[in-house]
């Protein structure tokens, strides 16, 4: 099992940036694809971005592409989402989200079903 705690929400002015980190915690991090979803009120939980056990592989959706960039660091167990060009509507709860469903193929994934450990999340608002 993954425990998995986030930090970096806040409060922040349209066209500001947040940097949002993921701790984790128990078995081997680098056996995990790390995604951050986000959830806004009375939406359901969508994909932000992904990226691959060795960090070499990333996915974005089309709503945060150009603007965020996730990375990892292996050694200090953690996951980042740096989020720039901020808007209104990136405001959410972001969550912080393993998957160790990867094969030799497939390293990556972006649907919630594919996720097996969920951070508690880390609320980011962003006003006008």
């Known amino acids: 099992q993954v425990q998995l705690v986030e930090s970096g929400g806040g409060l922040v002015q349209a066209g500001g940036s947040l940097r949002l980190s993921c701790a984790a915690s128990?078995?081997?991090?680098?056996?995990?694809?790390m995604g951050w979803f986000r959830q806004a009120p009375g939406k359901e939980r969508e994909f932000v971005a992904a990226v691959s056990w060795n960090g070499r592989t990333t996915y974005y959706a089309d709503s945060v592409k150009g603007r965020s960039t996730i990375s990892r660091d292996n050694a200090k167990n953690t996951v980042y989402l740096q989020m720039d060009s901020l808007r209104p509507e990136d405001t959410a709860v972001y969550y912080c989200a393993a998957s160790n469903q990867g094969t030799s193929i497939v390293t990556i994934f972006y649907r919630v079903s594919e996720y097996d450990y969920w951070g508690q999340g880390t609320q980011v608002t962003v006003s006008s």
């Open positions: 128990g078995d081997t991090f680098s056996d995990y694809c």
